[in-house]
């Protein structure tokens, strides 16, 4: 149904900014006959009705998840109580899992230079996981205030070489924020990074409704304290959405071993002018390999890939009900864990009392 057919019926539309328990915030189009028949770019831009919605048990009986970011019909709108009722959710342009997200169409990636120091492998391994999802990747460097201009340039030409052109800002100084304002605009965000790199106080100086809690870096662990407890949609003043996540330090490397390779720049220039010798090239012994050799993150691709396969095997093993191994935590609260041989199913398990009287029952009847 177009939205033109949802308008002629007397429904509304809308988008899904926040997910609360059983509850759906739901920020309706400003138009919705006019707006259901333009582009998907001027839905984004949205006014300040908000409905506090359920779930049709429709809805829930076919499993159908309300996500944020959804677009969504709404029922029964209670304008005085600000209620109402998710009737039917619109096909999603794009889906992410981790976090739970629909139609975003960017990922922006915040780190900061300084206070907490950039990581190369961190950041590589949050740039890896933003490339799976296949959504465009804009990357901004924080507290640029606090290094050198010839060492902005080293960091700049070091990204280079990775694929990708950053943009410095600084919250505090309030510098180039207005040119990643623009890259935002009329499109729905996800902005992530790990703790104490300024993701909050980026939201909180694009958005002034916003009003977010800010962290103060850790001086024992040079890291951020987490802030962000849920997903939420923000209304950017140029138009747009930007979705502040929760932070998370280290993203799983949860993708297909083989298509690992196609997340880094540099490789993919490497495999459009060449190939491998085989199809299913891993690139790391394999004779005749055109992406194995001298960049920089190639150490980072090879421990990725470990990391990759293990996740991979893993999956089997659980999927696997005939599984020799088991997954066992090695100590608890700490996270560690390790696999172990099974044992035979029964064989060591301790006979019960039942079992036993049982058994003793059939031996007397059988003296008698």
């Known amino acids: ?4 057919n949802f308008a002629a019926t007397g429904q509304l539309l809308g988008t899904v900014v926040a997910v609360q ?15 259901g028949s333009r582009g998907a770019e001027e839905k984004l831009d949205l006014n300040a009705s908000l409905l506090l919605c359920t779930r049709r048990t429709r809805l829930k009986k076919i499993g159908q998840q309300v996500m944020v970011g959804d677009r969504v019909v709404v029922e029964e709108p209670d304008w005085a109580g600000g209620r109402g009722a998710i009737a039917e959710v619109l096909p999603r342009q794009s889906e992410l899992d981790r ?27 949050f740039l890896i996981k933003a490339e799976s999802t296949d959504l465009d990747v804009l990357l901004c460097l924080n507290k640029s205030d606090l290094i050198s201009p010839p060492e902005q340039q080293q960091v700049s030409d070091r990204l280079l070489g990775w694929g990708y052109q950053p943009i410095f800002i600084s919250v505090k100084d309030g510098i180039n924020t207005e040119q990643a304002a623009r890259y935002l605009s009329n499109k729905i965000t996800v902005i992530a990074g790990p703790s104490g790199v300024g993701k909050s ?7 002034d409704s916003a009003k977010l809690r800010v962290g103060e870096v850790s001086g024992k662990l ?26 998370f330090n280290q993203p799983d ?8 390779i196609h997340y880094f720049p540099e490789a993919r220039k490497r495999l459009a002018v060449a190939s491998c010798r085989f199809s299913d090239c891993l690139h790391r012994d394999e004779p005749e390999c055109a992406v194995r050799g001298d960049w920089e993150r190639y150490e980072h691709y090879l421990e990725f890939l470990d990391a990759a396969i293990a996740h991979q095997t ?26 172990e041989p099974k044992l035979e199913s ?23």
Do not use: W
């Open 253 to 260: 490397m949860d993708c297909i071993p083989e298509e690992l």
């Open 99 to 125: 976090p739970a997200i629909a139609n975003v169409n960017q990922i922006l990636l915040v780190f900061a230079v300084a206070d907490p120091p950039l990581e190369p492998y961190q950041l590589s391994r």
């Open 314 to 339: 893993q999956m089997h093993e659980q999927a696997d009900p005939e599984s020799t191994m088991k997954l066992k935590s090695k100590s608890k609260g700490k996270g560690q864990s390790q696999y």
């Open 21 to 35: 328990a059983n509850f759906y915030r739901v920020q309706l189009d400003e138009e919705d006959g006019e707006q």
């Open 222 to 247: 040079a890291r951020g304290r987490h802030t962000t407890r849920h997903i939420e949609l923000f209304e950017l003043p140029k138009g747009g959405l930007l979705a502040d996540t929760p932070g």
């Open 346 to 368: 029964k064989k060591y398990r301790r006979i019960s009392r039942k079992t036993q009287l049982q058994d003793l029952q059939e031996l007397y009847r059988d003296e008698e």
């Open 1 to 4: 149904m177009t939205g033109k």
């Open 201 to 207: 106080s980026l939201i909180n100086t694009l958005i």
